[in-house]
């Protein structure tokens, strides 16, 4: 059974730039998360989708968005990078809750300079 | 914002040893999850414990529940080097609607 993919790996990105991350969670699984990681804030929720819905939301300015494909497949956004969006991001899925916890893909490493 | 802090922040201990990490919480939880991060990489879930649980076992894992301190903690026993990484507690707090809430993470070295 394959596990959540995220592409691409790395990225490196100009400010003022914008970038699409994507994240295909395990095959029947029908939420997608996104966490952003830094050193300074750690672990941060961005948003979930579910069924293509957004579902709930953090604390992120508009430039963070989202969607989710009827694959169940989900990709994020972010527009007008800063320096301070350098981080890990990371997409999580499940079933649907967290009954049993979530499985996370390697992440994205992104760079903005 | 940081639900879970973890403690203590950096562990080292020889192997074969046990390990102990602690998390407090401040809401109301559905359940707590423990992850596990090597050197920046994705997260490994270990193991979850429901708020109606007090004691947890997987493998060479134990974690234990107490919903009236807001505290959990995690045992590794007979810990080998390869469980030298970042370990995370997470809760799922009542009406939070899927979303986890992470700890700062604790860094455990295991010398070999």
């Known amino acids: 059974k394959a596990g959540v993919t995220q592409t691409p790996r790395y990225l490196i990105k100009t400010r003022g730039q914008q970038v699409t991350l994507s994240c295909s969670p395990i095959s029947g699984h029908r939420s997608v998360s996104w966490y952003q990681q830094t050193p300074g804030q750690g672990l941060q929720f961005l948003f979930e989708?579910?069924?293509?819905?957004?579902?709930n939301k953090g604390n992120f300015p508009g430039r963070f968005s989202g969607r989710q494909f009827s694959n169940s497949r989900s990709e994020m956004n972010v527009s007008t990078l800063e320096l301070g969006d350098s981080a890990l991001y990371l997409c999580?899925?499940?079933?649907?809750?967290?009954?049993?916890?979530?499985?996370f893909g390697s992440g994205t490493r992104l760079t903005v300079v | 914002s940081q639900q879970g802090e973890e403690d203590p922040q950096a562990l080292s201990i020889q192997e074969g040893e046990n390990a102990t990490m602690n998390c407090s919480y401040k809401t109301s939880i559905n359940n707590l999850q423990w992850y596990r991060q090597n050197s920046g990489r994705g997260l490994v879930h270990l193991i979850l414990i429901r708020s109606n649980e007090r004691e947890k076992h997987s493998g060479r894992l134990r974690v234990t529940l107490d919903t009236s301190k807001k505290s959990s903690s995690l045992l590794i026993t007979a810990s080998r080097a390869a469980d030298t990484a970042s370990y995370f507690c997470?809760?799922?707090?009542?009406?939070?609607?899927?979303?986890?809430?992470f700890g700062k993470g604790i860094t455990l070295s295991v010398r070999p």
């Open positions: 999580a899925s499940s079933g649907g809750t967290s009954t049993y916890g979530y499985t």
């Open positions: 997470a809760t799922d707090a009542t009406g939070a609607n899927s979303k986890l809430t």
């Open positions: 989708y579910f069924s293509e819905t957004q579902r």
